[in-house]
């Protein structure tokens, strides 16, 4: 009996209770105390909300994060009794103990989470991390108890660890120049927590603050903010792929991107000139590398980095034929990236008409606020004003209207936003963290209604929950360009696509410093073939573009270039399962498998529900320890070898390729390579087929035309479909094209790829005929050549 006893108290939430406030009377799921008011909603049946109103205050309903959820028709079930009162929904409960007040929140009869304090005020004790940033006399917090043993994840992109249990951090959107295995505070904080427990908590506040995850070792949880909303929704799943489909349906999904956006990008800080620009896209060309966008950093509105910020016109002493040069890389399909700044430097050309037109943030006396920073003396765009977002979208509207394919909005955390500064939200650090979020709506709501038949690429540093609605492309900042700083980027994109960022990526190569290597630049563009965006980019003394490097370095990188564009349709099918389900496209190892080992394990990553992937991280590694989650056998995707579900090897590396898996029983589509995503011909589709022991199996791709808004809501795409049957002396394969809406499929042409194919099969027939073919006994491979085939095929393979 005492073992057990024991085991209870480890494995339950040790509550603490506010003995402080005392409760007055509920009506429904408004709950009066004695310091204010709780109300509760059930956004159904897997989000709750609660916010809390302290006397003396008003309720403020504005959720930045958030959208409009359309509620389930439900009846929400209540008991009362003495003291305590429960509102359920489904399988999610709030529980309210009267005396000592308590609130505890449960799914499926288990406690999850629970107020210790709840609300409370305390004097503010600044990290030194942001001490000279975020500055309060005393602060609002909420205050949780958690359970002994559950790991913590999310508060934004960082390199603290996948658990980031134990640490303090700050919300303060901040760049941390140059990092690499460490980083407390990045360009993305966000006010997220997710529970190894498969629950989120979502602190629905904009305003500056931090996120405790248990720092003081006495389980719990903390958020504390400067000012704001008290409110947080709770949100529950069955599997981790639930909680972020269900976190995604409360902040909303990522819109699909360009297709020519999961090619490769030539990006570098930066391009001096058009000849420059037009040089580098001339050397891809001409070594056959593909590529489908080029960047253009701040040289293209001025001649030196300082002193020219905010000109945001194009400099015609280097670029003098700027929009022909735009039109003549639209012509070989290559799309024409500017960045932008939402700083207006005091000396660039804009100012005046800037202040002219009251665009910009304001000082107490009305006036343009303006500071000193690295590239001189600035103000800042008001994007939350309706001037300023007119002035600054005008500038962005005139720019695509002569051709660009995207923007870059950098500098966006803001990089330097005093407290003093009033924006028309509030003071510097009740809208710093939100800046971006409301940059990038802003340029998103430009393009619905200037541009309706482009899809946006918005490519930025900073943001908040729920940006990923507004088509932002978010990346990790400036790493290092070190095997130190390449070390904690899986760990980041998973943690962003935990949180619903899923394309968060990293400039391939690192960007920060002169660090001239080789095999570093090869084994970082191998893992961006797995990425959600493919882009080299870096500071000008060592060239970040493939066709600059060393002929080993340019062979290597070209080849993992190369098949990165052979798994656009696979890639493309992921991004259209994330907007339709916010799933991300790089998962955690503990999505397929959640052995407690794999918890915090960040070294390896799975690409989609098919690939399993593992980058190299170290210097001249010679071995990479390999676990093989045990939902499935995997297959080399290079050699087809075969691993067993669950087990552990190690493997020797090879200078080609990192260690890649595909899961027993996927199908995987590719395209022939071609120059461009619009040089490639839709048509032929080579599928591979990783066959094992499964008696039936399934996939699918997705496919439009690469560039219609909204085509999944419109209706206008198409999927195919692949199914395999087998037995010992069979296997049926299919293929079924179907056009939805108003989009069409055109004919396509099949080559089928089987893998582990132990014996060369009697004979094959696709459609009743029969179809010559070719085996590998090597390498176990089956063949079946393309031809034109039907919207609907039966392959029948006799062994």
């Known amino acids: 009996m005492k073992k057990i006893l024991i085991l209870l108290v480890l494995t339950t939430i040790s509550f603490g209770q506010n003995t402080k406030r005392n409760f007055l009377y509920s009506k429904g799921l408004h709950v009066n105390v004695s310091d204010g008011a709780y109300h509760f909603k059930f956004i159904n049946s897997n989000i709750v909300e609660t916010t809390f109103i302290p006397n003396n205050e008003k309720n403020t309903p504005e959720s930045v994060a958030t959208i ?23 399988n999610l409960t709030i529980k309210i103990t009267k005396q000592p007040f308590q609130i505890r929140y449960s799914y499926k009869n288990k406690e999850i989470l629970a107020e210790k304090l709840g609300y409370f005020k305390r004097k503010h004790i600044p990290l030194d ?8 006399d005393s602060t609002e917090v909420l205050q949780f108890s958690i359970t002994p043993n559950e790991m913590l994840y999310g508060g934004g992109a960082r390199a603290l660890g996948m658990n980031r249990r134990g640490n303090k951090l700050a919300l303060y959107n901040r760049a941390h120049y140059g990092y690499e295995d460490q980083a407390a505070l990045m360009n993305f904080t966000l006010p997220i927590v997710i529970s190894s427990n498969k629950y989120m908590v979502h602190f629905d506040n904009a305003p500056v603050g931090y996120l405790d995850l248990d720092s003081q ?8 903010t400067i000012s704001g909303r008290k409110t947080y929704q709770i949100i529950v799943g069955d599997s981790w792929e639930d909680l972020t489909t269900n976190y995604t349906l409360l902040t909303g999904r990522q819109p699909l991107p360009p297709r020519w956006a999961f090619g490769n990008f030539a990006s570098r800080f930066g391009y001096h000139s058009e000849a420059e620009a037009r040089k580098t896209i001339e050397k891809f060309k001409a070594e056959k590398i593909p590529v489908d966008a080029i960047i253009l950093d701040l040289y293209w509105f001025g001649k030196t980095i300082q002193g020219t910020m905010g000109n945001l016109e194009v400099f015609r002493d280097s670029f003098p034929n700027f929009e022909t040069m735009v039109s003549d890389f639209n012509k070989i399909g290559v799309k024409t990236i500017p960045i932008t700044e939402p700083f207006i430097l005091t000396t660039s050309a804009k100012w005046n ?4 037109k009251n665009v910009l943030c304001t000082a107490e006396d009305s006036k343009p606020a303006t500071w000193d920073f690295y590239f001189g003396n600035t103000g800042l765009v008001d994007v939350f004003k309706p001037e300023g977002k007119k002035w600054f979208w005008d500038i ?19 990089e330097v936003f005093p407290s003093f500064a009033h924006s028309v939200k509030g003071l510097a650090d009740e809208v710093h963290n939100i800046y971006g979020h409301q940059w990038a709506k802003m340029i998103y709501e430009g393009y619905q209604k200037d541009f309706p038949t482009q899809r946006p690429f918005i490519l930025m540093r900073a943001g908040a929950a729920g940006s990923q609605r507004y088509g932002m492309i978010p990346w990790s900042g400036d790493v290092n360009r070190t095997w130190g700083g390449l070390s904690k980027q899986v760990e980041i994109a998973l943690q962003m696509g935990m949180q619903g960022m899923a394309y968060m990526h990293s400039d391939l190569g690192g960007f920060a410093g002169a660090n001239l290597d080789d095999e570093l630049y090869v084994r970082w563009l191998q893992y961006g073939v797995f990425n959600p965006v493919f ?11 493939t066709v600059y490097r060393s002929d080993w370095a340019k062979k290597i ?4 270039i190369e098949l990165r564009y052979q798994l656009l349709p696979y890639n493309y099918t992921l991004a259209y399962k994330n907007s339709t389900t916010g799933t991300p496209l790089m998962r955690p190892l503990f999505f397929e498998d959640d052995t407690n080992d794999l918890l915090s394990k960040a070294d390896g990553y799975l690409w989609g529900n098919d690939f399993l992937v593992y980058p190299i991280l170290e210097k001249a590694q010679k071995t990479k320890e390999i676990y093989f989650p045990k939902s499935a056998n995997w297959y080399d995707f290079y050699t087809g070898k075969r691993y067993e579900a669950g087990a552990t090897e190690i493997l020797s590396l090879v200078e080609n390729y990192i260690p890649t898996f595909v899961k027993a029983g996927s199908f995987i589509p590719t395209y022939k390579v071609a120059q461009t995503t619009s040089a490639i011909n839709y048509d032929e589709i080579v599928v591979h087929y990783f066959r094992d022991n499964e008696t039936t199996a399934e996939g699918y791709m997705y496919e439009d035309n690469g560039q219609t808004p909204e085509a999944i809501v419109k209706n206008d795409y198409g999927t195919i479909h692949f199914k395999s049957t087998q037995n ?23 080559e089928i790829v089987i893998h582990n194919c132990n014996k060369a099969p009697k004979n094959i027939k696709v459609n009743g005929n029969i179809r010559i073919f070719e085996f590998n006994k090597q390498t176990q491979t089956l063949i079946i050549k393309a031809e034109k085939e039907n919207n609907q095929n039966t392959i029948e393979i006799n062994f």
């Open 68 to 90: 409009p959820v359309n509620s389930d028709n439900y009846d929400i079930t209540s008991t009362e009794n003495a003291n305590e009162i429960s509102f359920s929904y489904q």
């Open 129 to 136: 991390i942001v001490k000279d940033n975020i500055k309060a």
């Open 217 to 224: 070792k006495n389980n719990t949880l903390e958020y504390e």
């Open 353 to 356: 008409d800037a202040v002219a």
């Open 396 to 414: 962005y509207k005139n720019l695509i209207n002569n051709g660009v394919g995207g923007v870059w909005g950098d500098l966006g955390e803001p």
């Open 535 to 545: 882009r080299p980019h870096a500071q000008e003394e060592v060239p970040s573009e």
């Open 557 to 560: 990188a070209k080849q993992a």
């Open 728 to 750: 010992n002396k069979k296997l049926l394969i299919s293929t079924e094209a179907i056009s939805r809406g108003n989009y069409k499929m055109t004919t396509k042409q099949f």
